[in-house]
Structure formats: C-alpha cells, structure tokens
C-alpha cells in the first residue's frame, strides 16, 4: 500500500506542471492542496481518492425532532467540521455552524417539537430535506438560515411540513434580530412535492434577503398567519409551479419584493437584483381583507406573468390586487395557460396619514406601463372609488382576452395617464352606476387592431 502512494505522489508531482490542485477525498469528505510545492498526504489515514477535479461531494448530517429533543447526528469525518450547540437552553434549540470547505452540505431533517427550532450557519450552499416536519418556535424564529449562499429547501413527496415562530422580538442568538418563521439570508429555492404551512406570528412569515425561486416540483406552500408580509423577498421572487395560498392571514402585503440594499439603505447593483416578480406557472390565491392600504402582489419594480392561475380578492379599503412601481407585463408563453381574476372590492383607504389624498382601492395599479400581449384576465371592480385597471403611463394591447366589469360609485373600468394603444386581442368594459366611468385616457387612443368594446364612451 506504501508503495502505491508512493507512487501516486511521484505521479502528483510530475503532473504539477498543468494541474496547480489536487482533491483529497475520504468518507465522502475531500480537501484541497496546491501541489506546486509538493502532495502530503498521511499514509496511516488512506485516502479513498485523489482527483485533479473538483469532485462532487455532499456531507449528510441528520436532524431529527422528538418533542422537546432533538438527536443530530454529524458524520465522523466532519466532527471537526460541522458545530452543534443546543440554544436558548433547550435541547430542541439546534444551531448547526459549518467550517470546513465543502461546496455543499445536506440536512435531512425529521420529527417534530413543541418548543423547538433550527438554526443553520453556513459559507457554503446547503439542501435542507424536510420529511414530515413540525417546528413550533417559543423564541424566535422557526428556521434561520445564516448563510449568503443558496438554500434550497426541499419537501419530500407527500410530506406536510409546518413551522410557526413565537410571538415576541427575543431570540436565541442575541445577535440575530427575529424577521420572520423562516427567514434565510441568501438566496432561497423551494421544491419537493410535499406541503409547507408558515405562520408568522412577530412580522412575516417567509422572509429572504435575496431572492425566492418556487419550483415546479411544489406541491403547496400555505400562509397560515403573518402579522407583516405573508412573503417577504429581496432581489426577486419567481414562481413556476405549485399552488400558494395566502387566505387573508396576511396582515400587510401577499407577496412583497424590493430591491436589495446596504444596511445604510443604499442600492447594491447587481444583475439580480432586479426588484421584479416572475410568475410562470402554478396557482396563486390571495385574499387581503383585513388590513387597509395592503397589497396582495407588490413588486418595487416589475410584474411579469408568462403563465398560471391567479386569484387575487382585494377587498379591504386602500387595497390592490397587483401594485408595480414600474411595469406590469401579462403574457401567454408557449405551453403555459395565463388567467388571472382579480376583485377590488374596498373603498377608499380611510388610514389618518392618507386622509389628504386617500388610496383608491384597484384591481392592477402600475406607475409606469401595463402591457398585455396574451391571456385571460378579468377585474371586478364594486368599492365606491374604486379603478379596476391604473397606469401612470401607457397601455398597451397586443393580444389575450380582457374584460373589466366597474360597479359602484364614482368607479372606473381604465385610467391610463397617457396613450392606449390596442392592435390585438379582445378587451371588453362594462360599468354601471353613479358617477362611473369606462375608459379614461390622458394621451392618444389608437386602436389598430383586435377588438375593444366600452359600454360608455371613452373619455379624455
């Protein structure tokens, strides 16, 4: 055996003129060493492999609840590797710490508690596997993941994972402040055909300073309570499968995005951070009724829906069912069925801070443009004041089907602050009532092409 690597590490140092590392591998563990000033390797401990690739390796370590315990169990080759401290003084408290340099870890994680949760530090991308979990938080949040990384989240199949945190501000680390009942640091993506239940019972109940990708493989994700956000997201949130309900538990905005920011609130440039929400597939049903001046669908900057279901009950007074400090795109991509069905259903928002200008309740408002190239939409419009579509700019038609009933009180079907331009698909609006109006126009009205029909005339 001596010889073989012996002979391995003459071989290493021969090849050291075009490969500068080498990958060290055992028991599913490897480290790196830069071979242009030699290999050492311990002889009495054998490697199981030497590679001049970066080899793919995940380390497993298991978390499994029971009650008021939980039993973690760390491979041999990363004792050194992997810390495990029980937090807030509770066996069920589990803060895990990486230090090793693996480019990925796997937590498969088990069981369920009372009075628990998991708190996960990392530098490295992780997969957490969740099979039939249940973790109620009295401290904190349920899940914290402290790592800027990926952090994929994934259900197994059939499994019902619940979290819901506590209601007060203290938590385990001192140095954390409580944001969410899962909240993740980077980036987080979340598949698995199983069902994930939140509650956030101090502010929002998923929370992400980077970005939120939901996969096709989703089978549900339900809000069950949130007293801030029912999604809280940084960069960007894109959906592609599964079904999200949010049934009026969400005591401020469905689904929140804003662009990512230094701690000093300046914006950080990068290609990601987009301020958008990508809808591509799946089902979305959110109810807002509770709380005024919320939206069910807020992006800071864009909204873009290629496919998918959407149903969206703005009934509050104040309330939108999609607000956008940008665009708004609706479009049917190849192979993907849009329909969209919106309610706005409030008043005006009577909050005291607006009582000078008070929020008009809308089925889509949008600063900017409002483009629709396919689909089917519709927008019932009854609260008194109440606009069923809004762009602070242009609107553009190019395809779908679109129809827009506005009934009530001084309630508009369109206000569009500048041009309407319409060379495609069918678009029909119907309003009855005092003071209501079809179409309201600030530019030019060219209509090119497809069908638009308005029950009253259209205004400028």
């Given at each position: ?15 050291a ?13 490897y ?5 242009s000033?030699g ?25 499994a ?6 039993n ?8 050194d590797s ?16 990486y ?15 009372t ?18 979990v ?11 993941f ?7 989240l994934?259900?197994?199949?059939g499994?019902?994972n ?11 680390d ?10 993740t ?12 239940n ?13 970005h ?12 069950l309570?949130a007293?801030?956000?029912?999604i809280h ?5 894109e ?6 309900t949010?049934?009026?538990?969400a ?5 929140q ?26 089902t979305?049903n959110?109810t ?10 807020k ?12 149903l969206l ?14 665009d708004?795109?609706?479009?049917q991509?190849?192979d993907?069925t849009?329909s969209i ?8 928002c009577t909050?005291?801070?607006h ?11 949008v600063?900017?443009n ?8 519709k927008?019932?419009?009854?609260g ?5 579509l809004?762009?602070?700019y ?10 827009i ?7 508009n079907?369109m206000?569009?602050?500048n ?10 609006v119907?309003n009855?009532g ?11 009205w ?15």
């Amino acid at each position: 055996m001596k010889r073989l690597y012996t002979f391995l590490v003459l071989s290493c140092l021969l090849l050291a003129s075009w490969a500068q590392e080498v990958y060290i591998c055992k028991d599913g563990y490897y480290t790196k060493q830069n071979i242009s000033e030699g290999l050492s390797i311990n002889f009495q401990d054998a490697p199981d492999s030497i590679t001049f690739s970066k080899p793919i390796m995940h380390p497993v370590v298991e978390v499994a609840y029971n009650g008021t315990e939980a039993n973690v169990v760390i491979p041999s080759y990363m004792k050194d590797s992997v810390i495990c401290t029980r937090v807030n003084g509770l066996d069920s408290y589990v803060c895990l710490e990486y230090t090793g340099n693996s480019d990925e870890i796997i937590y498969n994680v088990t069981g369920s508690s009372t009075n628990g949760a998991l708190i996960i530090k990392s530098d490295y991308k992780m997969r957490v596997n969740l099979n039939n979990v249940t973790l109620n938080s009295q401290c904190g949040e349920a899940m914290r993941f402290k790592c800027g990384k990926r952090i994929a989240l994934v259900m197994a199949d059939g499994s019902v994972n619940t979290f819901t945190d506590s209601n007060g501000e203290t938590t385990p680390d001192p140095m954390d402040n409580h944001k969410a009942c899962i909240y993740t640091k980077g980036h987080l993506e979340i598949s698995g055909n199983g069902t994930l239940n939140v509650t956030g019972n101090f502010n929002h109940a998923i929370d992400t300073k980077e970005h939120l990708k939901v996969k096709r493989t989703v089978k549900a994700i339900n809000i069950l309570g949130a007293v801030g956000d029912g999604i809280h997201v940084g960069e960007f949130f894109e959906m592609n499968g599964g079904v999200l309900t949010i049934d009026d538990t969400a005591m401020k905005d469905g689904i929140q995005v804003e662009y990512k920011r230094e701690d000093d609130g300046e914006l950080i440039k990068d290609e990601e951070n987009t301020g958008d929400i990508t809808i591509n597939g799946g089902t979305i049903n959110i109810t807002q009724s509770k709380t005024e001046d919320v939206k069910c669908i807020k992006a800071e900057n864009s909204v873009f829906i290629n496919g998918g279901t959407l149903l969206l009950h703005a009934t509050a007074n104040g309330t939108r069912g999609i607000q956008a400090d940008r665009d708004v795109t609706i479009a049917q991509a190849e192979d993907a069925t849009t329909s969209i069905t919106i309610y706005a259903e409030g008043a005006k928002c009577t909050v005291t801070e607006h009582k000078d200008d008070p929020d008009k309740c809308m089925g889509i408002n949008v600063d900017h443009n409002i483009t629709i190239t396919g689909g089917t939409m519709k927008i019932y419009a009854s609260g008194q004041s109440a606009n069923g579509l809004k762009a602070g700019y242009n609107l553009i038609i190019s395809g779908g089907n679109t129809t827009i009933e506005a009934n009530g009180v001084s309630v508009n079907g369109m206000k569009i602050g500048n041009n309407v331009t319409v060379t495609g698909g069918t678009t029909k609006v119907a309003n009855e009532g005092t003071g209501s109006k079809g179409v309201l126009y600030g530019g030019t009205w060219s209509v090119r092409g497809g069908t638009f029909q308005s029950s009253t005339p259209i205004k400028k």
